[in-house]
């Protein structure tokens, strides 16, 4: 559509659009009439599995409006534009606001203890040798707190181990987010999802945000309570 020098984009799927939460977990979970690229990327980056993340880059990079639409009926779909154009469509000008729920499975979390920064630095060299990729970093002088796929779990110890570093391992992990725009800047809001996640008793391992995201690192079992306490939380069934 980009190098065809299109007006717009459409993508056919078997889905009427993007929804605000897996529909498979949250049963009230809506179709978004209109998203940013930006908020859009960080939802395929943080699980959701509607749209490839790329071909909204490659979108954006266009300036060109993507709609994502089901190929069985003649529902409008989500628009997928810039901030611009969401702003006009849905009338709000701060463009602070959360659009969805998502989350990734199979992960397992480690809390690595460190003596300086230089060991950190020794650390994440020493996996990066070993062909694992991190995520949901955390890192002070004395600790780390990291995730891998749990399919990388084994090699990942093996690797601590061999080094000699001291380690927490924790199984069975899950991790959640909230995303939106500018949500970083937004009062309230990592109140609210902390709320969310006390009122259903799940255990907040770790958190990790962005400009478009919070996340907490959870047990895999509390997965699905999360995802719906943090959907109502948020108002996205309205």
């Known amino acids: ?52 993340q790329r071909a ?10 993507l709609y994502v639409k089901c190929t069985f ?8 534009t810039n901030a611009g154009t969401l702003a006009e469509r849905t009338g709000l000008e701060s463009q602070s606001f959360v659009n969805g729920i998502t989350y990734i499975k199979g992960l397992t979390q480690y809390r690595v203890t460190l003596d300086g920064a230089r060991a950190g630095q020794e650390l994440f060299q020493t996996l990066a040798d070993a062909g694992i990729s991190v995520s949901c970093l955390n890192l002070s002088l004395t600790e780390s707190m990291f995730s891998v796929y749990s399919d990388n779990a084994a090699a990942c110890a093996a690797v601590l181990e061999r080094h000699g570093f001291n380690y927490r391992q924790k199984d069975r992990c899950a991790k959640v987010s909230v995303v939106g725009i500018s949500v970083r800047g937004m009062p309230g809001l990592m109140a609210s999802f902390v709320n969310a996640l006390n009122e259903k008793g799940i255990a907040i391992l770790q958190t990790v945000d962005s400009n478009t995201s919070i996340s907490a690192i959870i047990e895999e079992t509390s997965l699905k309570d999360a995802v719906v306490s943090l959907h109502e939380a948020y108002r996205l069934n309205h």
């Open 1 to 52: 559509g980009v190098g065809l020098k299109a007006s717009a984009i459409e993508i056919y799927t078997d889905v009427d659009g993007i929804m605000t939460a897996d529909p498979r977990m949250v049963d009230n979970a809506r179709i978004m009439s209109c998203i940013s690229y930006g908020a859009c990327c960080e939802l395929a980056e943080q699980g959701a599995k509607v749209i490839h």
């Open 56 to 65: 909204v880059e490659i979108a954006q990079n266009g300036n060109i409006p």
């Open 73 to 80: 009926d003649d529902e409008p779909g989500t628009l997928i």
